[in-house]
């Protein structure tokens, strides 16, 4: 699943230990998760989503 | 751009919390396993002390699981995934190599006895190769 969380994260000039506090999960969780490497459940995308005013969809972006 | 707000999260000092909950179960079982094995050799001779003494052991055992299912809880979906992984890989090898040390031994084909202790050794460092395996893998 690709995703611009990087993306918006930069433009809200935070650091991925600011976004992991945020949405509380560990900035490992947050690195994995801009670098494709893990997909977050439902409900951690949706409050990604949400923390940034955006849609679900506007955020993540189904590879398939 | 609007930065968000802070949602104030104790998610760290929960977490954290029961990290330590769970050191003070598995350090508390431990000195009742020394105990409970050592007590009988060292210290008293009456069955009735070690039966009670094991007893102990393994309520306190209950109590370090309930910890460490707290734990798990407690820890972010990434990093329940790999504590899973790595406990799913620790049980797959340790049942698969217990039975094969176990039959080894059964059939006679090696001499020594099949020891549990064996066993706890190769879970122990298979969870810990897949622990370290885990968070390479999402670096």
Known sequence: ???????????????QAQLA???GVSRQ???????????PSLPLAFKAAKLFGLTIED?????? | MKTPQSTTTDWKERNANYTKKLAKWTAAWV???????FGP????????ITITAIVINFLVGIGMI???????????????????????????????????????????VINSHAEISHLVIVMSL????????????YQ
Not at chain 1, 29 to 39: L, R, Y
């Open chain 1, 1 to 15: 699943m690709k995703n611009r969380l990087k993306v918006l994260r930069a433009e809200r000039d935070l650091t």
């Open chain 1, 21 to 23: 506090d945020l949405l």
């Open chain 1, 29 to 39: 969780t947050v690195n994995a998760i801009e670098k494709g490497k893990f997909d």
């Open chain 1, 59 to 64: 955020v993540f972006e189904d590879e398939a």
């Open chain 2, 31 to 37: 000195v009742t396993l020394a105990i409970a094995t």
């Open chain 2, 41 to 48: 050799v060292f210290i008293w001779q009456q069955e009735a």
């Open chain 2, 66 to 108: 309930l910890a460490n299912k707290h734990h798990l809880l407690s820890l972010d979906e990434l990093q329940q995934k790999i504590q899973l992984n790595a406990m799913g890989l620790s049980l797959g090898v340790g049942l698969i190599s217990g039975i094969s040390y176990s039959t080894l031994s059964t059939t006679g």
């Open chain 2, 126 to 137: 298979t969870y810990m190769v897949g622990i370290i395996l885990g968070n390479r893998k």
